[in-house]
Nanobody, 115 residues
C-alpha cells in the first residue's frame, strides 16, 4: 500500500488549495478514504472521510462547509478541496486507508495559511 499526498503550500487567509492523494497497492474503489491533519504541537485529527460505495462524505465540524472530499476511482485518487482557509487550518495533511486492519498513511503535505 502506498499513499502519496501533494498540493500543499502557502496560502493567505481566505484562499483555497486542492490536495491530492494518489493510492496504489490495493483495490482503491473498495475502500473508504480518510483525510487527517496534524498541527504543530497537536494530535492528529480527522478532517473527513469518503466512503467506497456511493462516495458519501462526512467532515469535522471545524471544516464543514469549507472543505470537500471527492474521489476518482479510475485514477485511484482522493482529493481534498479546501476553501476559505484560516490560519487554524495550518497543518500537515495526510490521507489514510485501513487495509487488512492496518492503518496506512502517506508522508503528508504541508499547508500553511498566513494571516
Amino acid at each position: 500500500v502506498q499513499l502519496v499526498e501533494s498540493g500543499g503550500g502557502l496560502v493567505q487567509t481566505g484562499g483555497s488549495l486542492r490536495l491530492s492523494c494518489a493510492a496504489s497497492g490495493f483495490t482503491f474503489s473498495y475502500y473508504d478514504m480518510t483525510w487527517y491533519r496534524q498541527a504543530p504541537g497537536k494530535e492528529r485529527e480527522l478532517v473527513g472521510k469518503i466512503t467506497s460505495v456511493g462516495g458519501r462524505t462526512n467532515y469535522a465540524d471545524s471544516v464543514k462547509g469549507r472543505f470537500t472530499i471527492s474521489r476518482d476511482n479510475a485514477k485511484n485518487a482522493v482529493y481534498l478541496q479546501m476553501n476559505n482557509l484560516k490560519p487554524d487550518d495550518t497543518a500537515v495533511y495526510y490521507c489514510s486507508v485501513v487495509w487488512r486492519n492496518i492503518n496506512y498513511w502517506g508522508q503528508g503535505t504541508q499547508v500553511t495559511v498566513s494571516s
